[in-house]
């Protein structure tokens, strides 16, 4: 599904149980990057501050990304997925396979959108969301081919993994909160019409937070979704309350700028 003005990658896999779509671990604290230095005949600027500016073209190499591109070199894909865990481990393993044309890309000037920085080769798009420049470390979406960016299932299903996870009190990383890294989509403006009635309303969860109060956990093997219905895709998965009662609950997900947001949970 190529969702128009987003991020995005390419492919899916709907199926359950596909190996690399669960996490790798769930960490205690959070993964905070210390600076790399520049190695001599690295193609690659020295690190410099994450600011970029608002639109138009980015000469240096964020600091984010610098400290990214660093570990690319050096880290096994197991290392990557756990660094990475805003992105779905199985999308981490196939964007990041072949480090040189990803480090080719960001070693050309940059161009920055209000959303997005995209670096570019004829083989290879790579690009970070804006917001990722803040936390430090910003882990890119990469295309090949000169495609767009693209975000698919596997990155709906990570988005709800993540979300219960928080739900249940063992976020994927300890930085992992709603204030810094939203996954529920905005009360407003108010866009929400997954059924196509073209009366849209604010997003139920936005509205009522508190839907999923009680988790106490749930079957991340037996997360599955639908295909998607224009931009928006539904996820179910058994949740397990305090109470020790299984019901699989299904989330509906809406395509934006960031990728994926939680629009509401049922029943």
Not at 220 to 247: F, K, L, M, W
Not at 256 to 262: A, D, T
């Amino acid at each position: 599904m190529a969702i128009s003005g987003a991020f995005a990658l390419t492919g899916c896999d709907s199926a359950v149980g596909i190996p690399n779509d669960e996490p790798v671990q769930v960490t205690t604290a959070s993964t905070t990057p210390t600076a790399v230095p520049s190695t001599p005949g690295s193609t690659l600027a020295p690190a410099t501050s994450s600011a970029a500016p608002s639109v138009g073209p980015v000469a240096e190499l964020p600091a984010a990304v610098q400290h990214w591109a660093a570990d690319l070199k050096t880290s096994t894909v197991a290392q990557l997925q756990a660094k990475c865990w805003t992105i779905a481990p199985k999308n981490v393993a196939e964007m990041y396979a072949d480090e040189q044309p990803i480090l080719a890309a960001l070693a050309q000037p940059g161009t920055a959108t209000r959303d997005a920085i995209t670096w570019k080769t004829r083989t290879t798009t790579v690009a970070v969301d804006r917001a990722a420049l803040d936390t430090g470390y910003a882990c890119p979406r990469v295309a090949s081919a000169g495609a767009d960016i693209e975000y698919d299932d596997a990155d709906a299903r990570h988005t709800v993994r993540r979300y219960l996870a928080r739900s249940v009190g063992a976020p994927l990383d300890a930085a992992d909160k709603e204030s810094t890294y939203p996954l529920v989509c905005k009360a407003s403006p108010a866009t929400w019409d997954p059924t196509g009635t073209g009366k849209s309303s604010a997003a139920p969860l936005a509205t009522n937070p508190g839907k999923l109060t009680g988790a106490a956990k749930f079957a991340d093997q037996e997360i599955h979704s639908d295909p998607p219905r224009g931009d928006y895709i539904a996820v179910d998965v058994p949740v397990t309350n305090s109470a020790g009662t299984t019901q699989t609950r299904v989330f509906t997900l809406a395509a934006g700028p960031q990728g994926y947001c939680i629009g509401d949970v049922s029943p």
